[in-house]
């Protein structure tokens, strides 16, 4: 059985709302994902694997960190 938060990790990104507020174009006209807000400071950014590893790499080019 796969690690819950090993799957988690390779679907999900959580950043704080005004970097991903900053991307342009908007994540989510680049890719497949779902952006779903989370209070007041933060986004959490859900896709396929392969949506968020290709997402990941997009926001890396353009400087956003993510731990």
Known sequence: MPDAA???D????VLPRETLDAVEPPL????TVTVVPEGDRQCRV???PVEIKAA???????????R
């Open 6 to 8: 090993r799957l988690r």
């Open 10 to 13: 390779s679907t999900q990104i």
């Open 28 to 31: 989510s006209d680049e890719f």
């Open 46 to 48: 859900i896709g396929s």
């Open 56 to 66: 990941s790499e997009y926001l890396a080019r353009r400087g956003v960190t993510m």
